[in-house]
Structures are given as C-alpha cells and as structure tokens.
C-alpha cells in the first residue's frame, strides 16, 4: 500500500482511530516510528500506555515527545512511516506546561510539511461534546479544534473513524 506523505486519522474517544492508524502503517511495509506524545501520571494512564503497546506489537521504534515534536520529526528518515499518537495529548501537555499553543502549532505544522517520512498523525474529535464548564477545558476544546482543521486543511488524506469504521473526509484510501 503505497500512503499518500501526510495522512490524518481523527475520531472520538474510544473510536479504534489509532487501531486504524496502525492498519495503515503496517500495510506500508515499511520500517515504522511510533511518535509517543504520552505521559504516564497515574495508574490509568500507565494502563492505557501498556494496551495500546500490546495492540500495536514488536517492530515499532518507539520515541516518546509529550512536548517537542518538531526535531523529532526532523530526524526522521524518508524510507519510514511515521505514527503521532496523538495530537491530542501533546496539546493538553503544551497547554498543562503553560506554553504558546499558537506558536507550537505553527512549529509543528512546518515540520509535518518538512518530514522525509510518511506520516500518519492521529488526534481526537472534541467538537461533538458539550461545552466544557471551565475555561481550561474551553482553552483546550478551541484549540484542539484550531488544530485539528489545520491538520487535515494541509493533510492529504483526512479519515474519521467512528465505531471502529473509517470514513474518507478528504482524498482517497490506496
């Protein structure tokens, strides 16, 4: 299967989005990163770290970036697929460590675009929920909406999945 460069894979909570995201890697071929933006603060989370690495299997590279993705994504090579998982969490670490989620996104954006590599990014829908009742969870629900359109605005191919199905939003599956 031959990706197109940049592939976004969006979706709810608990939607299969990075089960997919994997499918797509694995049927590259290719060598593949898997771009941990994770940070294990409790048990739960731990848990949750622990599963999706059972899920994905052995032959990953694993690099663990909560907050600074663009050098990562510079290194890089062109002969493999890339796997961000996710978009979601790295803007809830910017946001928690206090810095310019704008500027941070413009950063990552540019490095997407420069990245030799295929790269599939995984983020999470948060527009389908309610209005949040604290101006921190408004601050992340607008911001991870931002982002989220510039991501598949510059990706070119944009699937949602919903209950474990992918639908094409934008470009086609090979």
């Known amino acids: 299967m031959t990706l197109p460069n940049f592939t976004f894979v969006i979706g709810g909570a608990a939607s299969g989005k990075s089960a997919f995201a994997e ?9 593949r990163i898997y771009i941990a933006t994770a ?40 002969d493999e697929v890339v796997l961000l998982d996710c978009a979601t969490l790295w803007l809830s670490n910017l946001l928690l460590a206090g810095r310019d989620v704008e500027a941070e996104g413009a950063a990552l954006l540019q490095a997407l675009a420069a990245c030799p590599a295929q790269l599939v990014v995984v983020s999470n829908e948060v527009g389908h929920g309610v209005v949040p009742d604290n101006a921190l969870a408004r601050q992340f629900r607008n911001a991870q909406g931002r982002l989220n359109q510039q991501l598949a605005a510059q990706a070119d191919l944009v699937v949602q999945v919903i209950a474990g199905l992918p639908q094409v939003l934008k470009g086609a599956l090979p």
Do not use: Y
């Open 23 to 31: 499918h797509l890697c694995f049927q590259t071929k290719k060598s």
């Open 39 to 78: 940070q294990a603060f409790d048990a739960e989370m731990r848990a949750k770290i622990s599963a999706h690495q059972a899920q994905r299997g052995e032959n990953w590279r694993t690099v663990e970036a909560p907050l600074d993705l663009p050098p990562v994504l510079a290194r890089c090579p062109a």
